[in-house]
């Protein structure tokens, strides 16, 4: 079988880049399968916790996760979409939109994507003023009214981003008080051109061609605001529904040990898509490359 290889690394957010250098370094034979590369770090802000930077932006680390791998030539598929996969007879077997693989072993790391809000309008506008990420797309709204749906992190994250290319950014927060970091949350509320709308919940995106507005409900009653740019930051969902064959919680992230083996000798997982008690950039990094040295040991003792 001239195209087997020893390992499939699924993913190349910190957790698959890093897992993909500790496999070149063990001079595995691999490939990454990607839709994109960075994953959630690259649509991060401001990033002040990762050792050794005090601090960088999201765009910027994954830059420098880019370098590492290039430096290792190492062979990765981008815009390549898993679909599904299954094992048999030892041999894990993964497929894609374009084309089917198989290795001795495979390491999970596709991280999270967007949860949407499951409104009018959502569908229609998406990329037509109402996006997922503020990173990407912040500057197309320089001086503009904007939306930031959510009251975590995430939320506050592109709030943060988008107080210094916006005119105003409504922060609108579906809970009595926002969460995430206290730090966080201190520059949000102290920004001049931010109003945090809290218990409300969003009901219709509204517009023409592009978004004009957002509609949302609060204790006083429905209330239509006008904005050009809606950011949607309600959380994230594990991006697992190819992996039926591995055993996952009920939200849908995959369970591993503390040697990131799931319930599928052979197929491991790492980062965010796992059901790691903690979801941080440098976290998915240490599981990435824990997960590569188990897969080195499997496919040895398999031998």
């Known amino acids: 079988m001239t195209n087997l290889y020893d390992l499939i690394i699924i993913g190349a957010g910190p957790a698959g880049i890093t897992a993909a250098v500790y496999a070149a370094r063990k001079r595995m034979k691999f490939i990454v399968l990607t839709g994109d590369i960075g994953g959630q770090a690259a649509w991060s802000g401001d990033i002040e916790n990762y050792t050794g930077y005090q601090f960088v932006t999201g765009p910027e680390l994954v830059s420098k996760f880019e370098e590492h791998m290039r430096r290792y030539s190492i062979d990765y598929h981008e815009n390549e979409v898993v679909t599904s996969m299954s094992k048999l007879n030892d041999l894990v077997k993964v497929n894609t939109r374009k084309g089917d693989y198989t290795a001795k072993a495979a390491i999970i790391a596709s991280g999270k994507i967007s949860k949407e809000l499951g409104v009018p309008g959502e569908k229609e506008f998406r990329n037509k003023g109402l996006t997922y990420c503020a990173t990407c797309d912040g500057p197309l709204f320089s001086g503009k009214d904007v939306a930031v749906v959510g009251g975590g992190n995430s939320a506050l994250d592109a709030a943060l981003q988008m107080i210094k290319i916006a005119k105003t950014v409504y922060l609108i927060n579906s809970t009595d008080q926002l969460g995430g970091d206290a730090v966080m949350r201190e520059k949000v509320q102290g920004a001049p051109n931010v109003k945090v709308i809290s218990g409300a919940k969003v009901k219709a995106v509204t517009g023409d061609k592009m978004v004009s507005g957002i509609s ?22 594990p991006n697992s529904s190819f992996a039926l064959l591995v055993e996952r919680n009920e939200r849908g992230e995959i369970k591993v040990n503390c040697k990131n083996e799931t319930n599928v000798p052979g197929i491991f997982a790492a980062g965010d898509v796992t059901d790691v008690s903690e979801k941080q950039i440098i976290i998915a990094a240490g599981e990435g490359s824990k997960a590569a ?3 080195f040991k499997y496919i040895n003792q398999s031998r």
């Open 216 to 237: 949302v409900r609060t204790k006083s009653g429905e209330e239509s605001i006008s904005v050009q740019g809606i950011f949607v930051e309600v959380g994230l969902i």
């Open 293 to 295: 040295l188990s897969a």
